[in-house]
Structure formats: structure tokens, C-alpha cells
């Protein structure tokens, strides 16, 4: 193997290679497997059953080579990887390539290579080379008229260290079916190769495999546990644009892109088995394709992912169409409400047990980076856990600051939540702010809003209970979607590949404006209430972008444009409009008070101020509701009113059935 492995590193690109790696000041010289395969297969044979004497061999070889001491071979592209949950004991000290998500990161320690000791009699200093994990010390002092079994003490200074950093690798969220629990990985990477990768992060990794004895106190056990040592790190920056297609998949999906009824194809193979509710399918195909973030020269970035959130009466198939998402979206990921807290969701400072000291672990928005993270039950979340996600879904980071680790991590994930009214069932005569548990602050980070009804109507109910009972009759006839959900994954991964939509049309810009333009105009002089903001179009944009992205087209159209605000229409006149005047308010998801419910609040205050001069500082609640029930506020709002008011700390009860204002 020696003289093989001689020959091929003094080959003479390899030599071109190293002289240009040693005047950039790099440590390493990373080789792609197939090139030791095609040199000899005998040395490639080498390399996966014995790493260790193989790598031994190649970093003196190389130290040689170049006089540096640190100069070291890494080999990376094996052509086949292993799954974390299939390595098994024949895998232990073979070099074995797998592929997976960053769990998390330890923090960078130095190890010690080689000590200097110094011999606290005679003061001899001798070198001792620490080899795998055991501190070794010297057995006797090196200088002939000493001999001494020391003590010795460590010469920090002029001992040789080097980086050292544990991971954990955990098997990607996409490729876990019907329930398993992901398993994880130990790794440590040494050298030049740390700090390569953060949590969240796609990676493939080659390295050796070992294993060390685990102890259950003071005994030791006959199980191991296993460690990887990595020989290089790879990180697959573009996400599921890494997914490899085959050349009849791509001329498959081109051959799709030709025909006009693509786009309803597509929402029509969105969760078949639901009947009905096509906007809300058209809305989750447009977050599945999705569209480019913009980045701005000073650095600024507008997120491309769209944000929905669903809510409505029971039993319409909410959870159903999440569970379908985070199954058929390249990299999807479902979580509930209840079960998740602002840590799991984000991201936790826990206790390193291989490298000691406190480390990050990634929470589930930072897993489905690059992809769709399905919060169900959104509701039912502590409101602390929620604001906690406040920062991922327009930022797409989140920032920690936790046991003295303070840093950022990417959250670029589009969300789709569902969340159950307060009352039970959607009432129309209050508005949705009302009705759904959550901040206005949330609500409005969601590009679009969609209310689920379930009301009452022969026709359509026959054609529901007609479609149900087709699905337990013969579901394989009953579902015929005109795409498999493989045939979509594919045209998702393509189209986000290679399909990156443009405004080349200045008319689509002028329809956009026209639209936001004509419907700001209805509130000009503060008569009426504003009915949509630059959030919204924004949105807009976004879904132009992903209604072309859909069609396979790199140009976005008049038709794409219209399609996306007929969608936010829709969604505004549902959610944001206020039962009392009629009229869609963009305040109800803003700042969860309409206008017209602003004024009557107003109205009260003043009422409250008028009678505190008449009662000497206070005001009779009795009198405040017949004072607004003349000028017809009715008698339950100002009840309301005064205790939320009370509640913000603007108003305070002296005595009893008195109130006054906090700030006069």
C-alpha cells in the first residue's frame, strides 16, 4: 500500500495541487475517492478496511512532501452513502460516508498532539506524542543522570495543539416514514474542518468509524459507543436542489411544462382525498413551490417563502392537509402546538456529553430550513413559545442568547399553521381577531388567511358524502389525482432549481400597483378603514412569482398577477373584514381593534374624561353605558372596553363601580 500510495501523491497534479495549497496557507488536500478508485483499486481497498493505517501513512507522506507538520489527506465522494440508522458492527473502523442534518455543534477546544514535559528534579524537557484520546505522560525522565519516574510537569507553551470539535448528526427529517424516532450520530472533526457547519445544516461527511467503551459508574460495560471520526465535511448549501433527477424525470417534467392546464393540474393533485376548499389547495401549491428571496445590495433580504395560516369550524380536514404537506414537500416537517415548546421550535442550549460545556441544538424551524414546517393546533401554544417564532417568519433567523452561546441560525422555512376558533365554530358577526387566540402581532406575519367553513348546503353535502364513501370503497379509483405525489415532489425540486421567475413585463407591475393603489385609495381622508398594506404587497409578489414558478415559466405573467390578487382578495374579505361596517379592515390583522370598533373605544374614553369633571376625578361605570348606549354602543363593549383597558393599565377602579383614566 505504502509504495502505491508513494507513487500517487508524488504524481504530478497532485504536487501542482499541494504548491498551490501550501502558498494559500491550507492544511489539507481534500481527494475525491473515484480518483484513488481509477488510480489503483487495491489502494482504494486500503482506504475503506484500514483508514487508520492509510491515513497515518498519507499525512507523513505528505509532511515529507511539503516540511509542514500538520499537512493532512482527506478523501470525500465515496459513491455510496449509509443511512445513520443501517450502520452496524461491521461498519466499526471501516471508512464509511453518511448523510444527514446537523443536530448540533459543540464548541471548538484545542487537543493536545504533542506534549512537552519537563521533569520537576533535574528540569529535562522531553516530547511525548498523545495518540487517540488517553493523556500520555512519560514513564522516565529522558535525561540519563536523572531517571526518574518524575513528577513531570506540562510545558503548555511549547506543546503542539490542534482544533477539536464535537458534532452530532441526526438523519434528515424527509427520510423518516409512519412514526420512527431520527437517530443520531457522535462525530468529532479536528484540524482545518471545524467551524465548517452550523445546526440545521445538510451535510455529507466521510470519516472512520470507532467505538469506546461505555462505563455505568465505577464498571465498565461490553457496549460501545460509536464515534466518527471525520476525515472531510461537505455542506449542500442548495437544499432539496441537491436531490438528483434523472434525465427522463427532467424530460418528463419539461414535456408537463407544455400544457396550459398545468397549474390546475397541479392544485387538483393537492391532498385529493379532501373534497373541495380549491383557494386554500391553490394557496399550499404556491407555498410549495415558492419563489427566490431578493437580496439587496446593502444586505437587506426579502424572504421568497410564503406564510399560511388556517382556521375554521372542526372537522374540516385541517390537520388532514397539513399531514399531506409535510409529506409530499421535499423537505417537510409536522409538529403540533401542544407538544412543541419555543425552544423545541427554534432552538436549546443543552449540555455536550461528548465534549462537555454547553452547545446548541437545533429546534424544528431550523430543521426544515430550505423547506415547509407544519405547525398544527397553533393555538394551543404558550404565548411566550409563539413569540419565540415571532423572528423566523419574517426574518428567517432566529437569534439565541443562552448559557453564554449567543448566535444566529437560519430559519429559511415557509410556514403553514392551523388553529381552532375560541368559540368552538366561526361566527360571522365577529371578526377573526375575536375569534382566533393568537397575537395580532402573528397574524399579521401570514401572507394569507383562509377561514374553513363547514355550513350546511344539499348539493354540495352529497357531493362530499358521496367523495367520502368512495375513498373506503375503493380508494385507488377514488384517488386519481392527474399528478402522483412523486411526479410533484420532482416538478417542486426542478422548478426551485432551475426555474427562477422575473418581472420582464412592465404591464404585471403596473396590474400590481393599479390593484394596491385603487384599494388604499378607499381610506384617503380617514374616512374608511385601510384595507390592505405594503405586507400584503409584498405577498403579492410572492405569489406572482410562484403562480409563474408553478407553470414552469422563468416570466411572470398578467394572469399570474391577477391570479394572486384574486387569492389575497379572497383571503382579506374572509379574515379582515369588519361585521359592523361591512368593509375589509387590514387593522383587524394588524393590530386586532377594526376601526370602527377604534372609534367606539375613543368615544368611551371621552365619555369617561366628560364625566371624571362632573364626579371629581371618577366616573360611574352606570352612567358611562347610558351615556354610549344613547349614541348606540352597546352595553356589553363598553363592559369589554373598560376591562381591557383595565387589564393595559389605562384605566383603574378607585371604588367600586367607579373608574378614571391611569393618565389625565
Not at 501542482?16 to 478508485?37: D, M, P
Not at 393546533?377 to 443562552?402: G, H, N, P, Y
Not at 368512495?470 to 425540486?493: F, G, N, Q, V, W
Not at 381591557?644 to 378607585?654: D, I, Q, S, T, V
Amino acid at each position: 500500500m505504502n509504495e502505491k500510495l508513494v507513487e500517487f501523491l508524488h504524481g504530478k497534479e497532485v504536487l501542482k495541487e499541494l504548491r498551490k495549497l501550501t502558498a494559500a496557507g491550507q492544511k489539507s488536500l481534500t481527494v475525491e475517492f473515484e480518483r484513488l478508485l481509477n488510480f489503483n483499486m487495491k489502494l482504494a481497498k486500503a482506504l475503506l478496511d484500514s483508514p487508520a493505517d492509510f491515513f497515518a501513512a498519507a499525512d507523513k507522506i505528505l509532511s515529507d512532501i511539503t516540511k509542514l507538520p500538520r499537512m493532512r489527506l482527506r478523501v470525500c465522494g465515496l459513491d455510496q452513502s449509509i443511512k445513520i440508522r443501517k450502520i452496524r458492527a461491521e461498519q466499526v473502523g471501516r471508512f464509511t460516508q453518511v448523510e444527514g442534518m446537523l443536530k448540533r455543534v459543540g464548541e471548538i477546544k484545542p487537543e493536545l498532539r504533542v506534549a512537552i514535559f519537563k521533569c520537576r528534579r533535574c528540569g529535562e524537557e522531553q516530547e511525548v506524542e498523545q495518540i487517540n484520546e488517553v493523556y500520555r505522560e512519560p514513564l522516565l525522565c529522558a535525561n540519563p543522570n536523572c531517571g526518574k519516574r518524575g513528577p513531570f510537569d506540562l510545558v503548555v507553551e511549547n506543546s503542539e495543539f490542534r482544533d477539536w470539535q464535537s458534532l452530532v448528526l441526526q438523519e434528515r427529517p424527509e427520510e423518516l416514514r409512519g412514526g420512527q424516532i431520527p437517530r443520531l450520530l457522535s462525530m468529532v472533526v479536528k484540524d482545518d474542518f471545524v467551524d465548517k457547519a452550523v445546526p440545521g445544516n445538510r451535510v455529507v461527511v466521510t470519516g472512520t468509524l470507532r467505538v469506546f467503551q461505555e462505563r455505568d459508574q465505577r464498571e465498565r460495560k461490553t457496549t460501545f459507543r460509536k464515534v466518527l471520526y471525520v476525515s472531510h465535511i461537505e455542506v449542500l448549501q442548495k437544499g432539496i436542489e441537491e436531490a438528483e433527477l434523472s434525465p427522463e424525470d427532467e424530460a418528463r417534467i419539461k414535456e408537463l411544462a407544455k400544457d396550459p392546464w398545468l397549474r390546475n393540474m397541479i392544485i387538483q393533485s393537492i391532498a385529493p382525498s379532501i373534497y373541495g376548499y380549491d383557494p386554500v389547495k391553490e394557496a399550499i401549491a404556491l407555498q410549495l413551490f415558492g419563489c427566490d428571496p431578493v437580496e439587496l445590495p446593502d444586505g437587506t433580504r426579502i424572504r421568497g417563502d410564503t406564510h399560511i395560516l388556517l382556521t375554521g369550524d372542526p372537522g374540516v380536514a385541517k390537520s388532514v392537509l397539513l399531514k399531506w404537506v409535510a409529506n409530499v414537500a421535499p423537505r417537510g416537517l409536522y409538529t403540533s402546538g401542544k407538544k412543541a415548546t419555543g425552544a423545541g421550535l427554534t432552538a436549546s442550549a443543552v449540555r455536550d456529553e461528548f465534549g462537555g460545556g454547553w452547545t446548541l441544538e437545533a429546534g424544528a424551524l431550523v430543521i426544515a430550513d430550505g423547506g415547509i414546517a407544519c405547525v398544527d393546533e397553533f393555538e394551543k401554544m404558550s404565548d411566550e413559545d409563539r413569540s419565540a417564532i415571532l423572528e423566523s417568519l419574517e426574518q428567517q433567523t432566529i437569534s439565541v442568547a443562552k448559557a453564554g452561546i449567543v448566535a444566529t441560525l437560519n430559519t429559511r422555512t415557509a410556514v403553514i399553521a392551523a388553529c381552532n376558533p375560541k368559540f368552538g365554530r366561526f361566527e360571522r358577526n365577529r371578526t377573526t381577531a375575536e375569534q382566533i387566540a393568537l397575537d395580532p402581532v402573528i397574524l399579521s406575519r401570514f401572507d394569507a388567511l383562509f377561514i374553513m367553513r363547514d355550513e350546511p348546503r344539499a348539493e354540495r353535502d352529497r357531493t362530499i358524502a358521496h367523495h367520502i364513501l368512495e375513498l373506503h370503497r375503493d380508494p385507488t379509483r377514488a384517488l386519481k389525482p392527474p399528478l402522483d405525489p412523486e411526479t410533484l415532489r420532482k416538478m417542486i425540486i426542478y422548478s426551485r432549481r432551475d426555474v427562477h421567475p422575473k418581472f420582464k413585463d412592465k404591464e404585471v407591475l403596473k396590474v400590481i400597483e393599479d390593484f394596491f393603489v385603487k384599494w388604499r385609495s378607499t381610506a384617503e381622508g380617514g374616512v374608511a378603514p385601510i384595507p390592505i398594506t405594503a405586507r400584503q404587497l409584498e405577498a403579492l409578489v410572492r405569489l406572482s412569482k410562484a403562480n409563474a414558478r408553478m407553470r414552469l415559466s422563468d416570466e411572470v405573467t398578467v394572469e399570474d398577477a391577477n391570479r394572486s390578487i384574486n387569492l389575497i382578495k379572497l383571503s382579506l374579505q374572509e379574515a379582515g373584514i369588519d361585521p359592523e361596517s361591512g368593509k375589509v379592515d387590514i387593522d383587524i390583522l394588524m393590530t386586532g381593534v377594526s376601526r370602527s370598533q377604534r372609534s367606539k373605544i375613543d368615544r368611551v374614553l371621552d365619555i369617561i374624561r366628560d364625566l371624571e369633571g362632573r364626579y371629581g376625578g371618577v366616573a360611574p361605570v352606570d352612567e358611562v353605558k347610558r351615556i354610549a348606549g344613547e349614541e348606540g354602543i352597546k352595553e356589553k363593549f363598553v363592559e369589554n372596553m373598560i376591562e381591557a383597558e383595565k387589564l393595559r393599565g389605562h384605566l383603574y377602579e378607585p371604588k367600586p363601580g367607579m373608574v378614571s383614566r391611569a393618565v389625565k
